[in-house]
């Protein structure tokens, strides 16, 4: 069975500060793993993923991930916060590349402050 | 051109009531989904359909059917509404082997 958990419901940066969404999953199979971005009132949208090949992952939007099999961690990360990126992020695992067993953490809502 | 919508966008509605949630893709993906956020923005997945195989969670209440006229369509279903049933629907899709869901912009029910 696959669980995510997001340290931290709700994360403030300053813009131009660093952006640290942590995400830590536990997995009985090799994961692959996802960023989600909510912005209000609209849909999921990808930011990125990991499914097994490079540990570093780009992403849209200047975001990136690495995954760290020994933490079992896929933080995010984005070197300087831009008010654009309030919004709801999601971490997700899936035991297989096709995404019929998604499971999502709870979220957690950046707020960018000026 | 919209991936995937729904429709209505927003929906109020008596408690007992009937009510019907529509999804279409226009992406050509084989697999559908539909997924429950709660009003503190956690997800679950309800359904995850196929022209195969209906896959049900088991924590849903068999209130809540989905229907699919074809590929492109997967409709939810809600008998008997309750005010716990107030969320946001997300519906999604992915590709056959694929590993990304697009998902639509959501339907807000409320049940009063």
Excluded at chain 1, 71 to 100: I, N, R, W
Excluded at chain 2, 33 to 39: E, G, L, R, V
Excluded at chain 2, 67 to 88: R, T, Y
Excluded at chain 2, 103 to 110: E, I, M, S, W
Aim: aromatic share 12%; charged share 15%.
């Amino acid at each position: 069975a696959q669980s995510v958990t997001q340290l931290g419901s709700h994360v403030s940066v300053s813009e131009g500060a660093l952006v640290l969404l942590r995400c830590n999953y536990s997995s009985s199979v090799p994961p692959y793993l996802f960023w989600y971005v909510q912005y209000p009132n609209q849909g999921l949208q990808l930011l990125l993923k990991y499914t097994s090949a490079a540990t570093l992952v780009k992403g849209i939007n200047g975001f990136e991930a690495e995954f760290k099999k020994s933490e079992t961690s896929f933080h995010l990360t984005k070197p300087s916060a831009h008010m654009s990126d309030a919004a709801e992020y999601f971490c997700a695992v899936s035991p297989a590349p096709y995404g019929q067993n998604f499971v999502f953490g709870p979220g957690t809502r950046l707020s960018v402050l000026p | 051109d919209t991936a995937v919508s729904q429709t209505p966008k927003y929906l109020v509605t008596q408690m007992g009531n009937d009510k019907s949630i529509k999804c279409e893709q226009n992406l050509g993906h084989d697999t559908m989904y539909w997924y429950k956020q709660d009003s503190k923005k956690f997800l679950k997945i309800m359904f995850s359909y196929n022209n195969k195989e209906l896959i049900i969670n088991e924590t849903v209440p068999n209130r809540f059917s989905p229907k699919s006229p074809d590929k492109a369509h997967l409709n939810l279903h809600i008998n008997s509404l309750e005010l716990g049933d107030s969320a946001v629907y997300f519906c999604a899709s992915t590709p056959e082997g694929g590993d990304t869901q697009y998902f639509g912009p959501g339907t807000r029910l409320t049940v009063l």
